[in-house]
């Protein structure tokens, strides 16, 4: 379904697309059976991976995932094929997400998963790239992960006060000494990434990449290609909406983070919502939900983009993986980005003064 061979060069998104003979959905697909390899040093994940923040952190249900509902459905994602866990220092209370996480790989074969988490963050949730408190947040992951490593270790937010070779200097010498496989980082601009990766080899940037969220696409998509840096793609069914689950702002749990994004705002929430039911009648003639068309289109980006959607249900994990099975024509594909041009979803992705990538 994708093209193998060199590492993707910087070029047009379309040009790294495979053209089906045939645009459908194989509906047999119950598992991630593709790899992708992330990286120049080549960091070979599931296809699609599973992030775990909404567990327990900034996304709220009615009822919260109780611990062991956590680690049964983790459990189910590896027996679907997923081997790459995405998990936080400040998921949860005291690192309670990565405690959970830990527990639920604890009987599975360290080598078969790849766990990514993050830190860099101090007081007041604050970004904190000083070299000691990245050392001592990575030695307390270890600990609530029950690992001796970790496979891929990013710096959530960028400390703007800190020079970014200093932070990703401590880093390599953790990767030296064994506690960390690879590094990335979450919410880079491109100058960032080049200047990070000058000291030791980016495997991975996190971005938050989907139709509904494309500003990336400007300038650190085109870094990430042109140093050969792997991307991960952070809420590709655009925090939910994307996926059906909000109609409206008023939809939104109280005290759920959602509440406080703009895009997501009474100010701006209808005129968005109208461009995700363009996708409607798209999804059911392909036979499939919004959700998994937008999950696909992300899929179709690049042979070295590894979407993460989280979910508290089976059922929406088993209609995650499914989505690999929705094959998309290239002209399919600029259709569904020419409904979400860059730029054209109102509203900011955070509250303002957050620390996004375009603060650093």
Known sequence: MYPAGAPVKPTSLIRLLPRPPVARIRRNVS????????????????????????????????????????????????????????????????GENETMLGKALSEISRGSVQIATKGGIGKNFAPDGTPKLVRSSIEASLKRLGTDYV????????????????????????????????IGLSEASSKTIERADSVHPIAAVQIEWSLFAREFEKE???????????IVAY???????????????????KGDFRTMVPRLSDKHFDENFAK??????IAEAKGCSTGQLALAWVHHQ???????????????????????????????????????????????????????????
């Not at 062991?68 to 983790?74: E, G, H, R, S, Y």
């Not at 937010?157 to 496989?181: C, F, N, S």
């Not at 909406?241 to 749990?253: E, H, Q, R, T, Y």
């Open 31 to 94: 598992s991630v059976r593709e790899k992708v390899s992330l990286g120049r040093d080549k960091f070979v994940v599931s296809r699609q991976g599973f992030g775990c923040m909404g567990f327990d952190a900034f996304y709220f249900t009615a009822q919260k995932t109780s611990e062991a509902d956590a680690i049964n459905l983790v459990r189910k994602a590896t027996s679907m094929g997923v081997t790459h866990f995405d998990t936080a220092q400040f998921y949860g209370n005291k």
């Open 151 to 182: 496979d891929l270790f990013y710096l959530a937010r960028i400390d703007t006060k800190v020079p970014i070779e200093d932070t990703v200097g401590e880093l390599k010498l953790m990767v030296q000494e064994g506690k960390i496989r690879h």
């Open 220 to 230: 650190v998509i085109p870094m990430c290609r042109k140093l050969g840096v792997g």
């Open 235 to 253: 809420s590709p069914l655009g925090k939910g909406v994307l996926a059906g689950l909000f109609k409206s702002s008023s939809d939104i749990p």
């Open 276 to 281: 995700v039911q363009q996708l409607v009648p």
């Open 302 to 360: 690049g042979i070295d983009v590894c979407p993460i959607p989280g979910t508290t249900s089976e059922k929406h994990l088993a209609q995650n993986v499914a989505a690999l099975g929705v094959e998309l024509s290239r002209e399919e594909i600029e259709k569904l980005s020419s409904l979400f041009p860059i730029g054209s979803i109102k509203g900011g992705r955070y509250p303002p003064g957050a620390p996004t990538f375009e603060r650093n």
